[in-house]
């Protein structure tokens, strides 16, 4: 990811992980995250946990996230 790419804003927001386990993820997101629905380009809370899973794991493909 080149520095100036949604995915590099999503994980330089750092919301602090709760918990997690193999089917859940629970985030304590920093005001001014949005939850979901952010404008291209700017970070939201689903983003940066796709990413975080995406690259903990070693995912390839998409990894689907829900807003509970």
């Not at 001014?32 to 899973?53: D, K, N, T």
Request: charged fraction near 20%; include cysteine.
């Amino acid at each position: 990811d080149s520095p100036s790419s949604p995915e590099s804003a999503c994980l330089k927001m750092n919301p602090t992980v709760l918990y997690e386990d193999n089917h859940l993820l629970v985030l304590n997101k920093p005001v001014g995250m949005v939850s979901q629905g952010a404008l291209p380009g700017e970070p939201s809370a689903v983003e940066w946990a796709r990413e975080y899973l995406k690259r903990k794991f070693n995912k390839p493909g998409n990894v689907f996230i829900g807003v509970v």
